[in-house]
């Protein structure tokens, strides 16, 4: 083999080469374009068609934002007992607990008039069961999603046998009303995060108040998607919990 057609066999390996890196430098601007140019909206729609096919039933979300801020909560310790007649009262983790010695027929508009601070209460009808009618205090519109903040009529059928109330006395804003994620980035975030398993149902998504480390400090609130998720797999219903101001996934309220 003469030198010269060694020099041809270096050159064209060389051109071969060059033509390998350009095609990669080229790929991966184009790569990135790409995904510069690909809208949040867009990506969302990828993500629910991969949820799709995975038979995780998604009903119609909201993309709409909502407004919700950081608040404080005092909550009320109930320290002094209230005295109610023909009834027994108890005081655990700041819940006041009412059993009465039988059951009553009387309306829950009337009962609610009786409770301490019962006008601040509201029906919440999603929240309500069979057997527990739920009142909700509100901070900024929004439900408390919390026991803390409800006051839960306990019945029989058609007669209620007792209630418990948790109650906030005074709520501080720390922030002016900011834009939340929606109710269709709430559901993302927790497919993302692992926490939907396949053929899953999203049964309801909703925006409340709920605290957002009770370990570290309990009375820092902030705005939650609350989301119902009917598990088929494990035949159970989940209540998952979404900051709506920052996207992360909060603790599960199994």
């Not at 494990?234 to 992360?248: C, D, E, I, K």
Request: hydrophobic share 40%; net charge positive; glycine share 6%.
């Amino acid at each position: 083999m003469n030198f010269r057609r060694i020099q041809r066999i270096f050159l064209c390996g060389f051109i071969i080469v060059d033509l390998l890196i350009v095609g990669v430098f080229f790929q991966g601007i184009f790569r990135r374009w790409h995904q510069a140019s690909v809208t949040p909206e867009q990506a969302q729609a990828v993500t629910l068609r991969e949820m799709r096919a995975h038979g995780i039933k998604v009903p119609h979300l909201s993309t709409q934002p909502q407004k919700g801020s950081y608040v404080t909560v005092q909550a009320d310790e109930f320290n002094t007992m209230p005295t109610i007649k023909r009834a027994s009262v108890s005081i655990v983790d700041q819940q006041l607990n009412v059993t009465y010695d039988q059951p009553v027929k009387r309306s829950l508009a009337t009962l609610k008039h009786q409770v301490l601070a019962g006008n601040q209460y509201h029906y919440d009808q999603k929240l309500s069961t069979n057997n527990r009618d739920v009142f909700t205090q509100l901070i900024n519109g929004q439900p408390v999603l919390t026991s803390a903040g409800q006051l839960q009529f306990h019945r029989n059928q058609a007669s209620v046998t007792g209630y418990s109330q948790g109650h906030l006395l005074k709520v501080t804003q720390l922030q002016q009303a900011a834009p939340t994620i929606s109710q269709q980035q709430a559901v993302i975030n927790l497919y993302r995060h692992n926490d939907l398993n396949d053929n899953a149902q999203i049964k309801d998504v909703r925006l409340g108040y709920a605290p957002l480390n009770a370990i570290d400090d309990p009375t820092l609130y902030g705005p939650v998607w609350q989301v119902k998720v009917w598990d088929k797999t494990a035949n159970h219903l989940q209540t998952l919990m979404v900051s709506a101001l920052t996207g992360t996934i909060l603790q599960n309220d199994d």
